[in-house]
């Protein structure tokens, strides 16, 4: 019999006909409080969305609010065959320096001069190219200067097809970071690459360099310079043709058959040098080793 009460009772908490009640409420009590979680959750995503509204009205679509950045930019390198920033190659082996060249010819693609001419402007040397809004009234998109394929030189592609890799003689791409506001340089200094040997740890105390295996370097642009023309950048929706700048680093009579060990790195009167702590900040490693014996 008691097994039948409790039945009975769960079967009256379910549904009381007598009351009229489903689940302990009346029909009007259960209307009530679904109208009460509804104007509740209303007022909640109303709010959500006023504040995302609000906070909206402050950004800019151009330009982000804050920057939190290194006070030096990284560089990077091309071609980078993989994450190590090793470049390995034989010369008598053609499928092995090929694929440089090609990442090289994809790289440089949209610098072809026909295609800058199309997208870019002329723009004054050796001074920053500083377009400012007026007021309220956005100067976008932003005008970009010309950066032609031919002012890499030998290391264009276009005269040396294969970018001096099956001669010994490589050749090496060197870009920086974009920062958006970035002015590289004060009193008409430009910033400049160099390429040099890296310091690299051998033993538990002792530490070594390929000086003696680099070689001559020639550099194009001369001097390899980031001309201030295509400073500031202004960020990617601003200034949508935007060309970063490019230096490209000839290696003329690098050791042949062993692990040269090199670095580049950024020079500028108002760049801080970088720490060891990061390894990236104004410079960039890599290891190059061009085999001539099969």
């Excluded at 092995?96 to 060249?101: I, V």
């Excluded at 910033?191 to 690299?200: E, F, M, Q």
Aim: aromatic share 14%; net charge positive; charged share 25%.
């Amino acid at each position: 019999m008691a097994k039948d009460g409790e039945k009975g009772e769960w079967k009256e908490f379910i549904w009381n006909p007598r009351t009229r009640e489903f689940l302990g409420r009346t029909a009007s009590s259960w209307g009530l409080i679904l109208l009460f979680y509804l104007i509740f959750y209303i007022f909640l995503a109303g709010l959500f969305a006023l504040t995302m509204y609000v906070m909206l009205q402050t950004l800019d679509d151009h330009k982000p609010t804050w920057q939190d950045r290194l006070s030096t930019p990284g560089m990077v390198i091309r071609p980078k065959a993989d994450e190590s920033f090793e470049i390995v190659y034989n010369i008598h082996n053609t499928e092995s320096w090929d694929m440089y060249a090609q990442a090289l010819d994809k790289f440089l693609a949209p610098y072809n001069n026909s295609i800058q001419a199309q997208k870019n402007d002329e723009c004054h040397p050796d001074q920053y190219f500083v377009q400012e809004d007026s007021g309220d009234v956005k100067n976008n998109p932003k005008r970009s200067c010309q950066f032609n394929r031919t002012f890499l030189g030998d290391c264009s592609g276009i005269d040396e097809r294969y970018y001096g890799y099956q001669q010994g003689k490589p050749c090496i791409i060197i870009k920086l970071n974009r920062v958006i506001g970035l002015l590289p340089g004060k009193n008409g200094q430009a910033p400049y690459v160099t390429c040099g040997a890296k310091r690299y740890k051998v033993g538990k105390d002792e530490w070594k360099e390929d000086s003696d295996k680099i070689g001559e370097l020639v550099y194009f642009p001369p001097n390899g310079t980031f001309n201030l023309m295509y400073y500031p950048y202004y960020g990617k929706k601003a200034q949508v043709n935007y060309s970063q700048p490019l230096v490209a680093v000839k290696f003329m009579n690098i050791t042949a058959n062993q692990d040269v060990n090199i670095e580049c790195k950024i020079n500028a009167n108002n760049i801080p040098i970088g720490s060891e702590r990061d390894k990236f900040a104004g410079r960039v490693s890599f290891k190059l080793r061009i085999n001539t014996v099969n």
